[in-house]
């Protein structure tokens, strides 16, 4: 997919010196519609993102997917010349992402002090494990330990067994949209309200410990702690995920009193609306294991299909619990292009997530998927700094780059 109309972001530089996951991701949203994103990658390994997750033929889908729509540059920031290379590039740049350890960008003499002198309308996106105060912000950070201080893991699962955390870079994912909308409020405070840049400090845990809810509110006036509930919810029922006839599964949500009749009519029970153990949400989750096993039984009697067209009958919520092969498969994901296919040098035809939110008149897109390391080091270094080939050849021979 490419679209000849410039994105909503076209014009703004960035200059993405991050690694894995969550500063990557910000550089990959602002990307996706139209920022110049220059990735820095160290020139003897690169991210370890390309090494990370799924391989095909050597090649990282991580890599191919964080990536994409971005300029890979290598260079040592941590060398002296390198330094000086990157003060440069930051110098023309709108935006930086780093998402180093507190105080490494200090230790090469390039924190914001030396960089904003240089650049004073600079927005600094600085990603971390806990922040760059605090008596942890120097503590190595990681999604895991964010998802397991925030609160998150120890409500998610089931009562009687151990706290779970996700599959995938959950924590760092939400704190990567907590990191771009910051961006942009920078940004507009720059050039809408003429504002200086500024320092944006996004941890890893508060973005997702805001995530889940009025849990410290609730603990703060009633002395509550939140606990786990695996898929029922605590606050209404029914809520569950339940097995069908032809060993699928069906996610049911009636947080709603209309909804919860129409449930009861779906599953041939309407006599359950007057009921005293079901009459009201109150009353349901008092008697949440009865009206669980009422439902599984109708479920394990009907296909998932069967179900599914029934409750549209209905007009009551449900969902089919999809893996990823019915999510390539199915309509409405399709009908939206939610799904697009990239042509790749090293993967070919490549199918991956389009850029979103849809807008009307300014589109993300998915131009390329993650280049070879190193790639635009010529186009950005030698065009974009105007460095010749000789100052090129002695930085590469130097290993700076």
Partial sequence: MTTDQPGPLDGLTVVEAGSMI?????????????????????????????????????????HKYLSRNKRSVTLDVSSERGGTVFRDLVSEADVLIENFRPGTLERWNLGWETLS?????????????????????????????????????YVNGFE?????????GLADNIAALYATFSVMFALYHR????????????????????????????????GEIARRSGNRSTSSAPRNVYRTKDDRW??????????????????????LKDDPRFEDNESRLENVEELDAIIQDWMADHTREEIL????????????????????????????????????????????????????????????????????????????LAYDDEVLAELEAEGVI
């Fill in 22 to 62: 969550s500063g990557p991701t910000v550089g990959r949203f602002l990307a996706d519609f139209g920022a110049d994103v220059i990735k820095i990658e160290h020139p003897e390994h690169g991210d370890h993102i390309r090494n990370f997750g799924t391989q095909k033929d050597g090649i990282g889908m991580w």
């Fill in 117 to 153: 002198e240089e650049n004073p309308g600079l927005v600094m996106l600085r990603m971390s494990g806990y922040g760059q105060t605090g008596p942890y912000a120097e503590k190595p950070g990681f999604g895991t330990l964010a998802e397991a201080m925030s609160g998150f893991a």
């Fill in 160 to 168: 009687d067994r151990e706290p779970l955390l996700p599959p995938t």
């Fill in 191 to 222: 050039d809408v309200n003429g504002g200086s840049g500024q320092v944006v400090d996004v941890s890893l845990i508060e973005p997702i410990f805001n995530l889940i809810g009025p849990f410290p509110l609730s603990y703060d006036q009633t």
């Fill in 250 to 271: 069906v996610a049911l949500a009636a947080s709603a009193q209309p909804l919860a009749m129409r449930t009861f009519d779906a599953i041939g029970r309407p006599d």
């Fill in 309 to 384: 067209e029934t409750f549209e009958e209905h007009d009551a919520t449900i969902a089919p619990v999809y893996n990823v092969a019915d999510i390539m498969a199915d309509e409405h994901y399709r009908a939206r292009e939610a799904v697009v296919t990239v042509e790749d040098d090293d993967l070919g035809e490549a199918a991956v997530q389009n850029a979103i939110p849809k807008f009307s008149e300014t589109p993300g897109d998915v131009e390329y998927l993650g280049p070879d390391l190193g790639e635009h080091n010529e186009e950005v270094l030698g065009g974009d």
